[in-house]
C-alpha cells in the first residue's frame, strides 16, 4: 500500500514536470490585461470627418488647383471679342454694297462708252500676239473708264498715250504694268472681296473678317489713287507738262514713274 502511494505521488511530480516543460516550449502571446475602450458612434464619426480632411487638398492647395479669375477670363470668348467681329461684320456688309452698287454705275457707264463707240479697251492688245481675255478687258475698263468718269474726250486722250508708246517695243513692259499689274490688278482683287462678301461674309472667323477688312480698305484706297494719278496724267499730257505730248521717250518716262508699282501713285 505503501509502496502504491510512493508510485502516485512520483507520477504526479513526472506529469507536473513535464506540464511545465510544454508551457515553456509554447509560443507566448501578449495579451493586453486592460481591455481597450469600444469606440461610440460619434467618435467614429469625428475621426472619419478628421480622416476625410487631412486627405482632402486644403484651402491654398484648392486655390491653386483652380483657374484664376484672369484665366478663366481668358479661356472664355469675351463679349467684346464678339462685339467687334459684329461690328466688323457689319462695315463689311455695308462695304460689299457700296461694291455693288459701283458694279452697277461701272456697267451702265461702260455700256455709256461702247454706244458712244469709244470703248478702245475692248480690243487694245499691247503686242500683236497677246490673247484678249474678256474678263480681264471688262476689269480694265471698269477701273480705268470709272477713273475718267466715263468723259469721251478723256478716254480718246488716253487712248492716244497708248497707242504712242506702243510703237516702240521697248514701251511693251510700261505697258504691261499700266494695264495689268497696276490697274487690272487692283479692280480683280476688289471684286475677289465683293465674292467673299456676298457668299462667305457669315462664315468668316475673327481673324479672316479682320484681314479682309483691311484688304479691301486698302483696295478702295488704291483705287482712288489709281484715279487721281490717272486724270492728273491727262491733266499733264494735255497741257504737254515736261514736253510729255511732243517727246515720246518722256512721255514713256512718265508713265514708267507714275504706274511702275502701286507705291508709284499719286497718295490722296
Same mark, same amino acid.
Request: glycine share 2%; proline share 3%; with cysteine.
Given at each position: 500500500?505503501?509502496?502504491?502511494?510512493?508510485?502516485?505521488?512520483?507520477?504526479?511530480?513526472?506529469t507536473?514536470?513535464?506540464?511545465?516543460?510544454?508551457?515553456?516550449?509554447? =509560443?507566448?502571446?501578449?495579451?493586453? =490585461?486592460?481591455?481597450?475602450?469600444?469606440?461610440?458612434?460619434?467618435?467614429?464619426?469625428?475621426?472619419?470627418?478628421?480622416?476625410?480632411?487631412?486627405?482632402?487638398?486644403?484651402?491654398?492647395?484648392?486655390?491653386?488647383?483652380?483657374?484664376?479669375?484672369?484665366?478663366?477670363?481668358?479661356?472664355?470668348?469675351?463679349?467684346?471679342?464678339?462685339?467687334?467681329?459684329?461690328?466688323?461684320?457689319?462695315?463689311?456688309?455695308?462695304?460689299?454694297?457700296?461694291?455693288?452698287?459701283?458694279?452697277?454705275?461701272?456697267?451702265?457707264?461702260?455700256?455709256?462708252?461702247?454706244?458712244?463707240?469709244?470703248?478702245?479697251?475692248?480690243?487694245?492688245?499691247?503686242?500683236?500676239?497677246?490673247?484678249?481675255?474678256?474678263?480681264?478687258?471688262?476689269?480694265?475698263?471698269?477701273?480705268?473708264?470709272?477713273?475718267?468718269?466715263?468723259?469721251?474726250?478723256?478716254?480718246?486722250?488716253?487712248?492716244?498715250?497708248?497707242?504712242?508708246?506702243?510703237?516702240?517695243?521697248?514701251?511693251?513692259?510700261?505697258?504691261?504694268?499700266?494695264?495689268?499689274?497696276?490697274?487690272?490688278?487692283?479692280?480683280?482683287?476688289?471684286?475677289?472681296?465683293?465674292?467673299?462678301?456676298?457668299?462667305?461674309?457669315?462664315?468668316?472667323?475673327?481673324?479672316?473678317?479682320?484681314?479682309?477688312?483691311?484688304?479691301?480698305?486698302s483696295?478702295?484706297?488704291?483705287?482712288?489713287?489709281?484715279?487721281?494719278?490717272?486724270?492728273?496724267?491727262?491733266?499733264?499730257?494735255?497741257?504737254?507738262?515736261?514736253?510729255?505730248?511732243?517727246?515720246?521717250?518722256?512721255?514713256?518716262?512718265?508713265?514708267?514713274?507714275?504706274?511702275?508699282?502701286?507705291t508709284?501713285?499719286? =497718295?490722296?
Amino acid at each position: 500500500m505503501t509502496k502504491t502511494k510512493s508510485d502516485i505521488i512520483k507520477l504526479n511530480i513526472i506529469t507536473t514536470i513535464l506540464a511545465l516543460i510544454c508551457i515553456s516550449c509554447a =509560443p507566448i502571446n501578449k495579451i493586453d =490585461p486592460k481591455p481597450k475602450k469600444h469606440t461610440n458612434a460619434k467618435e467614429k464619426t469625428q475621426n472619419l470627418f478628421q480622416e476625410s480632411k487631412d486627405l482632402a487638398p486644403s484651402n491654398q492647395e484648392s486655390k491653386d488647383l483652380a483657374p484664376s479669375n484672369q484665366e478663366s477670363k481668358d479661356l472664355a470668348p469675351s463679349n467684346q471679342e464678339s462685339k467687334d467681329l459684329e461690328t466688323i461684320l457689319l462695315e463689311l456688309e455695308a462695304i460689299g454694297k457700296k461694291l455693288e452698287a459701283q458694279k452697277k454705275q461701272e456697267d451702265e457707264g461702260i455700256a455709256k462708252i461702247t454706244a458712244e463707240q469709244s470703248d478702245f479697251l475692248d480690243t487694245f492688245k499691247i503686242g500683236p500676239l497677246e490673247l484678249v481675255v474678256k474678263e480681264n478687258q471688262i476689269e480694265m475698263k471698269r477701273i480705268i473708264y470709272s477713273s475718267l468718269n466715263y468723259e469721251t474726250k478723256k478716254i480718246k486722250t488716253l487712248e492716244e498715250i497708248l497707242e504712242k508708246l506702243k510703237k516702240k517695243s521697248t514701251n511693251n513692259q510700261i505697258l504691261g504694268r499700266f494695264i495689268h499689274h497696276i490697274s487690272w490688278s487692283i479692280q480683280f482683287r476688289l471684286n475677289q472681296h465683293l465674292k467673299v462678301i456676298k457668299d462667305e461674309l457669315l462664315t468668316l472667323s475673327q481673324k479672316e473678317a479682320e484681314e479682309l477688312l483691311i484688304n479691301v480698305k486698302s483696295d478702295l484706297i488704291l483705287k482712288q489713287r489709281f484715279k487721281k494719278t490717272l486724270n492728273e496724267t491727262i491733266a499733264a499730257y494735255n497741257k504737254n507738262s515736261e514736253s510729255i505730248k511732243t517727246n515720246e521717250d518722256k512721255l514713256a518716262a512718265h508713265m514708267n514713274e507714275n504706274y511702275e508699282e502701286f507705291t508709284s501713285l499719286k =497718295p490722296i
